[in-house]
């Protein structure tokens, strides 16, 4: 993690019915009506982590270090496209090559940087085959180069990237036949997006930059690359941002990651850079979920996968444990320290945001307050 401061392949996706007569006791949470309010503070308590399906998937991701542009990188990408394959989400695989910093520039006349391939998953859900948007869910699943420890990141990054199929498994089963279930308008997907590349290669993460001859950025390879994909369109008379249109042209109007999300007694930071209406959104289901105090109080400044995408205007936030730092870049950080209760926490905001503004996107659309 972090620090403070070309090809689609489908979704079966049981419903949940609310009683024509339903009286909601919710009150309404921003920027959501209370027929959605109920309805996705209801699928999300019952969201539950199948840990058998979690420790086959955390056994893959901590087999051995897999950091940005590695061979056992590449292979964890063909084992996510082969899991969201099986939940019938439909795939797409981007491919990007970025140039990164020699560690050992200059030595001997070697080059400045070295040129890195990654790859950034999705995997959507077709709950709304006419849609023309979609909120993404994401994770980096690349782990650091720790000198001396072979550092396999159970929690930076198995973590969300395990909880991210989680999640999707879940949705695919519960959201099928909402068409029926909300009053006219538009509608949105769910996007799952594994980001390659969110590490820095050399041990500071602004060393690159700052440090480094090359003079480059080294972090957040995947979600600079994805965000550097999106073009200028509009949806319902609103200016936004857009996919381009070989991964089918959708409309994105909130980007949602999860990072670090494994550590016993979850703790989010307040992050203060994030979008303030997916904040807002966060505490509002939060309370409804009885989750308050698993968010900190006071707000801290974390650079993480999700800048790139504000700064290309889209709402963002990230959600993030950076309060449990004991194994952080550290030997340690492997399945003995995984909690599935705070999985399962995070798991229930990020379904209560994800599908909230996937039946009501219109407050999302347009450009990100800042």
């Not at 590695?70 to 063909?78: K, P, Y």
């Not at 970025?98 to 040129?115: H, Q």
Request: glycine fraction near 6%; charge should be negative.
């Amino acid at each position: 993690m972090t620090r403070k401061m070309g090809t689609w392949y489908l979704v079966l996706l049981v419903p949940f019915f609310l009683p024509a007569s339903c009286v909601c006791q919710d009150s309404q949470i921003f920027g959501v009506s209370k027929d959605v309010s109920y309805y996705t503070v209801e699928l999300a308590k019952r969201f539950k982590i199948n840990q058998d399906e979690a420790k086959s998937d955390f056994l893959e991701f901590t087999k051995r270090p897999h950091p940005f542009g590695s061979d056992r990188q590449r292979e964890l990408a063909s084992y996510l496209l082969a899991r969201a394959r099986s939940l019938q989400l439909e795939v797409y695989e981007e491919q990007f090559s970025m140039a990164t910093p020699n560690p050992e520039a200059g030595k001997n006349g070697t080059s400045f940087v070295i040129e890195k391939i990654g790859y950034n998953i999705f995997a959507r859900t077709k709950t709304f085959p006419q849609a023309d948007c979609s909120v993404v869910l994401a994770s980096h699943y690349d782990t650091k180069i720790v000198p001396g420890v072979d550092y396999v990141g159970a929690n930076d990054s198995g973590s969300s990237s395990v909880l991210l199929l989680q999640l999707m498994a879940y949705l695919s089963r519960e959201m099928k036949d909402m068409n029926g279930l909300m009053s006219e308008g538009p509608r949105c997907n769910i996007t799952a997006l594994w980001l390659d590349g969110e590490e820095s290669q050399l041990w500071e993460w602004d060393a690159g930059l700052l440090q480094h001859p090359a003079r480059i950025i080294d972090n957040t390879y995947g979600s600079r690359h994805a965000a550097n994909m999106l073009t200028s369109c509009s949806l319902f008379e609103k200016e936004t941002k857009c996919w381009p249109l070989r991964m089918g042209g959708t409309a994105l109007p909130a980007f949602i990651l999860l990072d670090m999300v494994g550590s016993p007694d979850l703790k989010l930071t307040r992050e203060k850079n994030s979008s303030k209406k997916l904040v807002r959104l966060m505490e509002r289901f939060a309370q409804k979920l009885d989750l308050s105090h698993v968010i900190d109080k006071e707000s801290h400044a974390v650079s993480d996968d999700h800048e790139p995408f504000l700064k290309a205007g889209v709402h963002a936030v990230d959600l993030i444990d950076f309060n449990h730092l004991s194994t952080w870049h550290r030997a340690g950080d492997d399945l003995s320290t995984i909690s599935y209760e705070s999985m399962e926490l995070a798991g229930k905001l990020a379904i209560s945001m994800a599908v909230s503004i996937s039946l009501e996107p219109k407050v999302f659309l347009g450009h990100a307050d800042k």
